[in-house]
Every structure is written in structure tokens, then in C-alpha cells.
């Protein structure tokens, strides 16, 4: 796999690679989860197992991103492209922080993130659709070939 394109996990506090769902029916699914903002604390209770928790609240959007090629046809330069799902808060475990700070933690937490997307519960278009880590794109954001 090619190196991934640092602006596609640009994000003003932390980008996950998201891995597609080839059972569900979407044809064009999220491949990125978008952290924008993390900090405070709270207590809330979050869905079994974990019940009462101290949490930070996060905001993040579920994406399609892409970088689309320049077209001079439409005199349009190339740029990237969010194609947001999902824009909404959600209260992170104080001890699944680290995990979400950098690509290297993620890496080390694979399981522990894994088992926090998959509580996340979708309306609409996304129903169904189970949120994993992409550790190929991962790998490839933490060894990029030349």
C-alpha cells in the first residue's frame, strides 16, 4: 500500500483510520474518524460495560475524505474533501485517552479503541455500520514507504 497522503489525517486533535464494512450496504462508507476537540471532565454513564465514568467530552465527525485530483476542465485545484456522516459530542474514558493522543498509542491500543468504536450505536444511513481501525492505513501512516 502507498504511503498515506498526510492531509487525509489532518485533524486539529486526532484522526483514526476507519475500516469499511464490506457486509453493510453503503457503497461510499466512512474511512476516517475525526477527533476536532477533547478536554474538560465529566461523569456520564456510558453504555454496559463501563456504566458511571469519569470521561472527557470529545467532538468528532465520522468522514469520507478524499483528495480529488486537480481539473483544470472546471478550473478547480486539487483539494481535500469531507463527506461528513456523522458531526456530534461524545464522553471518552479518562484512561482511553492516551490511546486517542497519537498514531504510535493508537497502535499500542488497538484492542482497547476497538472495543470503544464499537459502542458506537447509528440512525439513518450508517445503521449497522461497526467502526474499527483501519491498522493497515495505520501501518502505513507509521511506516511510510518512500
Same mark, same amino acid.
Given at each position: ?6 492531509? #487525509? ?5 486526532? *484522526?483514526?483510520? #476507519?475500516? *469499511? /464494512?464490506? +457486509? !453493510?450496504?453503503? =457503497?461510499?462508507?466512512?474511512?476516517? #474518524?475525526? @477527533? ?15 456504566? $458511571? ?14 483528495? #480529488? ?20 459530542? +461524545? *464522553? @471518552?474514558?479518562?484512561? *482511553? ?5 497519537? !498514531? $504510535?498509542?493508537?497502535? $499500542?491500543? @488497538? ?23 483501519? =491498522?493497515?492505513?495505520? /501501518? /502505513?501512516?507509521? /511506516?511510510? =514507504?518512500?
Amino acid at each position: 500500500m502507498p504511503t498515506v497522503d498526510k492531509r #487525509l489525517y489532518q485533524a486539529s486533535y486526532f *484522526a483514526i483510520p #476507519l475500516k *469499511a /464494512n464490506p +457486509q !453493510h450496504p453503503m =457503497t461510499s462508507q466512512p474511512n476516517w #474518524l475525526i @477527533i476536532e476537540s477533547m478536554g474538560g471532565r465529566l461523569v456520564t454513564n456510558l453504555p454496559e460495560p463501563l456504566g $458511571e465514568t469519569v470521561c472527557q467530552q470529545s467532538s468528532y465527525k465520522i468522514v469520507r475524505r478524499q483528495i #480529488l485530483p486537480e481539473s483544470i476542465e472546471l478550473g478547480r485545484p486539487e483539494e481535500v474533501t469531507d463527506f461528513v456522516y456523522e458531526y456530534s459530542n +461524545q *464522553a @471518552i474514558p479518562t484512561w *482511553a485517552v492516551h490511546p486517542l493522543s497519537s !498514531h $504510535e498509542a493508537l497502535s $499500542e491500543n @488497538i484492542a482497547t479503541v476497538n472495543s470503544l468504536l464499537a459502542m458506537f450505536k447509528f440512525r439513518g444511513d450508517l445503521q449497522g455500520f461497526v467502526l474499527e481501525v483501519d =491498522t493497515n492505513v495505520l /501501518n /502505513n501512516i507509521l /511506516n511510510p =514507504t518512500p
